[in-house]
């Protein structure tokens, strides 16, 4: 049967490139991008898409119950996939409130359009709600413990990780309640083409690129496990064909390396493929600053239950992933240039102070 997807947040830097992979791979299936088009969602993302007879775009926010209803029904959706979501910790500090509207009242309102929508066509089994959350939801891993698995209790540390948490519950609570069909998916951090430069890897490598400080957080050993863009699309699509309803899945790249190596690896290799760098070695702008509020040491996905039960595993490793997405960058300048805004740089200041 022929999907019909209604994206969320399918502008974004997670959402563009499940779009772009699902067209690709699923050239056949309907895809209808709903996007509020906030400061990290781009049109551009999507833009070798416009021409495509099976591609829609809607300016709108998840929020609008009437346009959501009027979605669904219009364009016959089998299949929502939620990335819609304020996802940046830094800001959730400095403005909370955003990240409680979106991400926990939009997907209260997606789920409840679904369910009507759902109820309405007799419940088809097909149907899908897949929902994509983060794995900061658990909280944060001392050294030795072990990764994070589906059943690990919730203990979000951030407002942008308890809103997380709270939308996880709702969709949870939804299957549970109603019998919706819903998945959820927590994957550790994402890295690839079309990130908002706000981010780790991609403000290093601009910033290489501009000659300017590398702001590292407080002593720079806080730990991630990060995830090669691709790679998540890649085990959605497996989730979405061959996931069971109500099941919550972990998605992670096998890579957990230190904030401060991950930034040495960049450096190194920036130093080898972008031609003409200000300063080089690039590791000579490397300038630890004070610490992030409530700074979480360690996350660590365990996705064995995923690898076991639906035969994913990632294909990228973090220097294959890396070097790409860094490639990606140097050759698409124009695309982050114009997001280097006024607000982006009052914003930058905000958060780690001026630097030259």
């Not at 056949?28 to 099976?54: C, F, H, M, W």
């Not at 997606?110 to 899908?128: D, I, T, V």
């Not at 365990?302 to 140097?330: C, F, H, M, N, V």
């Amino acid at each position: 049967m022929h999907k019909h997807l209604l994206v969320t947040g399918g502008a974004g830097f997670i959402g563009s490139n499940f779009v772009n992979y699902w067209h690709e791979k699923h050239p056949q299936d309907k895809i209808i991008v709903l996007d509020a088009l906030t400061y990290a969602g781009n049109r551009q993302n999507l833009i070798n898409l416009e021409n495509s007879p099976n591609f829609f775009f809607i300016h709108g926010d998840i929020c609008d119950r009437p346009l959501v209803d009027n979605l669904l029904e219009a364009e016959k959706i089998t299949t929502i996939a939620h990335f819609a979501a304020e996802s940046h910790v830094d800001r959730s500090i400095l403005t909370p409130s955003t990240f409680i509207q979106t991400n926990i009242i939009g997907t209260f309102t997606l789920l409840e359009s679904f369910r009507h929508y759902w109820q309405k066509q007799n419940q088809p089994s097909a149907y899908r709600f897949l929902h994509v959350s983060t794995d900061e939801v658990y909280g944060s891993l001392k050294a030795h413990e072990s990764a994070f698995k589906e059943n690990t209790p919730y203990a979000p540390n951030s407002p942008y990780s308890a809103s997380k948490a709270g939308s996880d519950h709702l969709v949870r609570a939804y299957y549970h309640t109603y019998n919706l069909p819903t998945i959820i998916t927590n994957c550790s951090n994402n890295y690839g083409a079309y990130h908002f430069p706000e981010k780790l890897i991609p403000l290093m490598c601009i910033n290489i690129l501009l000659g300017k400080s590398l702001p590292v957080y407080g002593d720079g050993q806080n730990i991630r496990d990060w995830l090669y863009v691709k790679d998540h699309c890649s085990a959605l699509d497996v989730v979405l064909n061959k996931g069971k309803e109500g099941e919550t899945y972990n998605i992670g790249g096998n890579n957990e390396v230190k904030n401060i190596d991950l930034v040495e690896l960049i450096c190194q290799i920036m130093d080898e493929i972008a031609p003409n760098l200000p300063v080089k070695p690039a590791n000579q702008l490397i300038t630890y600053v004070k610490d992030r509020a409530g700074h979480d040491r360690r996350y660590a996905i365990d996705s064995s239950k995923l690898q076991k039960e639906l035969g994913w595993k990632p294909k990228a490793t973090l220097e294959s992933g890396l070097r790409s997405t860094l490639q990606w960058y140097i050759n698409n300048q124009q695309w982050w240039q114009p997001l280097l805004s006024t607000d982006y740089q009052k914003y930058y200041q905000q958060v780690y102070g001026t630097f030259k």
